[in-house]
């Protein structure tokens, strides 16, 4: 004769599951002295970094201007490499070319001649501030002042998107852009339609990949964040109640350095990610 078992479930234990995000930090390792000229943007190339300086004010067109060249420890090695721009900022390298924004032009700088090659006038740009290489080797440039951004192919520009906000850091990544705009970061595609990936509200400015889908973004104002592919944002340093501010960055994937210029404090602070 087989013996029935009647269990009687007489509660139940409800879980309250909260997403747990790795959180991250930065350790700052050296700073260069207070002596650059209005630091904006800093742009690694092997050993070395380019900084652009405004050196006057940030949109006039005075000739204040240039790019300046540190190691990666923080040495200055030349602070007039280039002279002659008016408020540079964003920067990218494509072959032997350096191209820097300027108000409302691309100069494009020989790197093996030390020198301008050429300028590229982008006509209608009032402000414009960062600078992308895609895979294809387009270059996209950003006009914060008129809420645009410009493509540029074969020194060729074109507009590419416009009716933003306040467009100002962009990064190409694969077939993507993305851009900080006004109250937040987005991501286009070739649709040219923006998603919003978080909210920045003092407004963005330098943008850099991790690798893996996630961000660093600064606002100038003097807050940086550490951005999940899902929108999830992490404040790394909060600089707003000093002189110091976080400008352009640029990132070392390898070494997982941030290299952070202060703008209006006059240096470039550098911080090791963890």
């Known amino acids: 004769m087989k013996k029935l078992f009647k269990i009687t479930l007489c509660g139940f234990v409800v879980l309250s599951v909260t997403p747990i995000y790795a959180q991250h930090s930065i350790k700052k390792t050296w700073s260069t002295d207070s002596v650059l000229a209005i630091p904006e943007s800093v742009l690694l190339a092997k050993e070395i970094m380019y900084v652009s300086l405004i050196d006057g004010d940030s949109w006039t067109k005075d000739g204040k201007g240039g790019v300046g060249k ?3 420890s923080g040495k200055i090695i030349n602070q007039t490499w280039i002279t002659g721009l008016n408020a540079p900022k964003g920067m990218v390298i494509k072959g032997d070319f350096l191209y820097v924004a300027d108000v409302d032009e691309l100069v494009v700088i020989s790197i093996s001649k030390n020198k301008i090659d050429h300028k590229i006038k982008i006509n209608g740009a009032a402000g414009l501030n960062d600078v992308t290489l895609d895979k294809t080797g387009s270059i996209y440039v ?20 416009d009716n933003l906000k306040s467009a100002n850091g962009i990064k190409a990544v694969g077939d993507k852009l993305y851009i900080l705009d006004g109250d937040g970061m987005y991501v286009t595609g070739k649709d040219k339609k923006l998603t919003k990936i ?15 889908g996630d961000f660093l973004v600064t606002e100038w104002a003097g807050y940086f964040y550490y951005v999940s592919a899902n929108g999830n944002k992490q404040l790394l340093l909060d600089t707003h109640a000093t002189n110091k501010r976080t400008a352009d960055i640029g990132y070392d994937p390898i070494r997982k350095i941030i290299y952070m210029p202060t703008f209006s404090g006059k240096s470039v602070v550098a911080y090791t990610l963890d």
């Open 70 to 72: 540190l190691t990666r």
């Open 142 to 161: 950003t006009d914060t002042n008129k809420g645009n951004v410009y493509k540029v192919t074969n020194d060729k520009p074109e507009l590419y998107l």
């Open 198 to 212: 978080c909210a920045l509200e003092h407004g963005g400015d330098g943008i850099e990949p991790i690798g893996n």
